[in-house]
């Protein structure tokens, strides 16, 4: 049987994620055709590269990525640093034509992201995005149901991404809160909305988006008495239009009291509409316009419907009966990525998706700079 070597760049919150998954991969499918072993990991201080190392079993811990990117004993490179990481990490791996598993967003700036976008014809590995909102079966049974023509014509929409993290007055300033690094709301959590938004309804054509900077000073994480100013969004609120015409909004925020982590989304159509909540990620709500309304109601109103754990074939665990997690989602987008690298064939969120969200991101900090709409340059 087929054994991936995986190297794993960034061992924080998200890297435990990914190296979860594929230690776990093997429990959730039948049968799986190959088997993936954590053999390198890279973070930026001798002791968490030797913790990680540890955790990990023994996977050889370096400081470098290159260690990584350039190794002819890795297979498959995650990328899971701060976002101002990426860039020079993707390339890399894409020079040495790794499989590529680059968390989201894709870079920092969307020039960075057309850097990529160059080096595209002539790397030949197999790459995808980490967008695990939609490896939902909610949300993959909404594609579905909008493939299928349930909504009729789609005319509207909200995405809502609710987080309540940035209150907390007394959070440090890490690279989340540096523009620079990539941090800011934009591209924490819009760029998961704006990757569910098109994955359901296709591209956005413009935006006019503000954003708001709620917390504007931040405890230094070298000195906690010294404060310092942080120069990115703890919200962002944009009028979107795509290019079929449905108009609609996508929220992204830290400022939501009482949220914990909250993907809110609704379509609307000229024959029904889909409700999804990532904190009810059991369900998929629908509401079908050509159910009859006589007499009296009929059999028409919202409808709730299972989508528990039914990934279909070859997820085989847990029982589709059981409810379904954050953590689950994010398998199911490793697996993904990992069956296309082990059949050969492309995989969809790619790299290509990861610098669409970039020109949306791009556009959305335009507009919320100048106040004017703005068109999503491609
Ligand atoms: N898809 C999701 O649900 C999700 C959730 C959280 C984070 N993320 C993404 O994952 C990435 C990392 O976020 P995180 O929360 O894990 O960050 P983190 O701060 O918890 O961890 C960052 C890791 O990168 C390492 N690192 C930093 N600079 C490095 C360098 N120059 N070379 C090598 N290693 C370096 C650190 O040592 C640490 O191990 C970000 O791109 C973020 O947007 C995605």
């Keep these: 049987m087929k054994t991936y070597r995986i190297g794993i760049i960034g061992f924080g919150y998200i890297g435990k994620v990914h190296a979860f998954g594929h230690e776990n991969l093997r429990y959730f499918f039948q049968d799986l055709p190959f088997r993936s072993e954590i053999t390198h990991v890279c973070t930026s201080h001798g002791k968490s590269a030797e913790a990680a190392s540890k955790f990990l079993g023994g996977a050889k811990g370096c400081l470098d990525y290159r260690e990584i990117t350039e190794n002819p004993d890795v297979d498959v490179v995650h990328i899971c640093t701060p976002n101002h990481c990426h860039k020079d990490a993707v390339l890399s791996a894409m020079a040495h034509n790794k499989h590529i598993y680059c968390d989201k967003p894709l870079t920092v700036t969307l020039d960075e992201a057309l850097e990529i976008e160059r080096a595209l014809p002539s790397y030949k590995g197999i790459h995808q995005m980490t967008l695990q909102l939609r490896f939902f079966p909610g949300t993959l049974r909404a594609r579905q149901l909008v493939e299928e023509g349930f909504l009729g014509r789609p005319l509207q929409f909200r995405c809502s991404f609710l987080h309540s993290g940035n209150i907390d007055q007394k959070n440090p300033l890490r690279w989340r809160y540096e523009g620079a690094l990539g941090g800011g709301v934009i591209a924490d959590l819009g760029s998961h909305a704006f990757d569910l938004t098109s994955f359901l309804l296709g591209p956005v ?67 029904g509409a889909i409700r999804f909540n990532s904190m009810d990620p059991h369900h998929l709500d629908i509401y079908d316009v050509r159910q009859p309304d006589a007499p009296i109601g009929g059999t028409r109103g919202w409808t709730k419907v299972d989508t528990g754990q039914r990934f279909g074939p070859p997820a085989n665990f847990p029982a589709t009966k059981s409810t379904i997690g954050w953590l689950r989602a994010h398998v199911q987008c490793l697996y993904n990525f990992m069956d296309c690298v082990h059949r050969g064939i492309p995989a969809d969120p790619g790299l290509e998706q990861g610098i669409e969200i970039q020109r949306v991101m791009d556009a959305v900090k335009r507009s919320s700079a100048t106040g004017a709409w703005q068109v999503v340059a491609r």
Excluded: W
Excluded at 246 to 256: F, H
């Design 205 to 271: 054509a413009r935006v006019s988006a503000m954003s708001q900077l709620a917390v504007s000073e931040r405890r230094s994480l070298d000195d906690p008495s010294k404060l310092l100013p942080v120069d990115c969004e703890d919200a962002m609120f944009a009028l979107v239009e795509l290019e079929n015409g449905a108009m609609g909004t996508v929220e992204a925020t830290k400022l939501a009291t009482g949220a914990e982590d909250e993907m809110r989304l609704e379509i609307h159509g000229t024959q």
